[in-house]
């Protein structure tokens, strides 16, 4: 109690002392409203990200790897369409149908990155690219396949 006595006093003593230079106190205060009003930081979006990423057609188990970059979003997309379209099959929501493999900035690793998944796609019988894309790598072999002789 006392501590709010002291509070109270110190209070007055300072918002007089401020009254002799026409300045006011203001308080604050956890205002809910101006938490609500706030803007919030928004993350982004990851289907805007660079990257290397998966489509899968939910009818078929097979997959497209490419990479992904917003001017380049469309023509990808448009070729996993082409798919679905000539072979009549479903096209689930980005959620069932998108996945991202990894993120990457592009740049020399990026191409790599892209090969790699594309290559292991295909190991596994599940690529849709074009076989043109896919070339004999014993690097990416050798990861893939780490126990064989």
Same mark, same amino acid.
Do not use: W
């Given at each position: 109690?006392?501590?709010?006595?002291?509070?109270?006093?110190?209070?007055?003593?300072?918002?007089?002392?401020?009254?002799?230079? +026409?300045? #006011?106190?203001?308080?604050?205060?956890? $205002?809910? %409203?101006?938490?609500?009003? =706030? /803007?919030?930081?928004?993350?982004?979006?990851?289907?805007?990200?660079?990257?290397?990423?998966?489509?899968?057609?939910?009818?078929?188990?097979?997959?497209?790897? +490419?990479? #992904?970059?917003?001017?380049?979003?469309? $023509?990808? %997309?448009?070729?996993?369409? =082409? /798919?679905?379209?000539?072979?009549?099959?479903?096209?689930?929501?980005?959620?069932?149908?998108?996945?991202?493999?990894?993120?990457?900035?592009?740049?020399?690793?990026?191409?790599?990155?892209?090969?790699?998944?594309?290559?292991?796609?295909?190991?596994?019988?599940? /690529?849709?690219?074009?076989?043109?894309?896919?070339?004999?790598?014993?690097?990416?072999?050798?990861?893939?396949?780490?126990?064989?002789?």
């Amino acid at each position: 109690m006392i501590a709010g006595v002291v509070s109270y006093m110190l209070l007055c003593f300072i918002t007089n002392l401020l009254r002799k230079f +026409n300045l #006011k106190i203001t308080f604050q205060t956890n $205002s809910i %409203i101006q938490s609500l009003l =706030k /803007h919030k930081q928004h993350l982004p979006d990851i289907y805007t990200v660079s990257g290397v990423y998966r489509l899968k057609c939910p009818d078929y188990n097979k997959t497209y790897v +490419n990479t #992904k970059f917003l001017s380049r979003q469309d $023509s990808h %997309i448009s070729n996993f369409a =082409k /798919h679905l379209n000539v072979q009549a099959h479903s096209f689930g929501s980005i959620h069932n149908t998108m996945q991202i493999l990894q993120r990457q900035n592009k740049g020399s690793y990026f191409n790599t990155i892209e090969s790699f998944y594309i290559y292991a796609e295909y190991l596994s019988n599940h /690529h849709l690219n074009d076989e043109h894309t896919i070339f004999l790598n014993i690097v990416f072999e050798a990861l893939l396949k780490p126990n064989q002789p």
